[in-house]
């Protein structure tokens, strides 16, 4: 596949990012390595994978009840503090690190 291109293409391809400063050249190019090595299946034109069906509705647990479901996993654990978990909890803690 590399071998299909001439010499001359991947030269402007590494023009584009050698002395860039700014790196979304570089993302520009990592993205689009499928579409340079496989121009018969474009990304455009193609799907890379199937994607899984969306749920009708979704819903997550608030906040507050997936913390103390998580608390109560690892209360056990000797590396823990679960003084500190109590603090955040409680709202004693600093704004910056209670939960929500």
Not at 62 to 67: A, D, L, N, T, V
């Amino acid at each position: 596949r590399v071998h299909s291109r001439p010499l001359e293409y991947y030269s402007r391809l590494l023009d584009q990012v050698k002395m860039e400063q700014d790196p979304i050249q570089g993302y520009w190019l990592e993205a689009s390595w499928h579409d340079i090595f496989h121009p018969e299946a474009l990304q455009s034109q193609h799907s890379l994978c199937n994607y899984p069906a969306m749920p009708e509705k979704e819903t997550v647990a608030p906040f507050g009840s997936m913390f103390d479901a998580w608390v109560q996993t690892i209360k056990d654990h000797e590396m823990f503090d679960t003084s500190v978990l109590r603090k955040l909890r409680s709202g004693s803690a600093p704004s910056s690190v209670q939960a929500p």
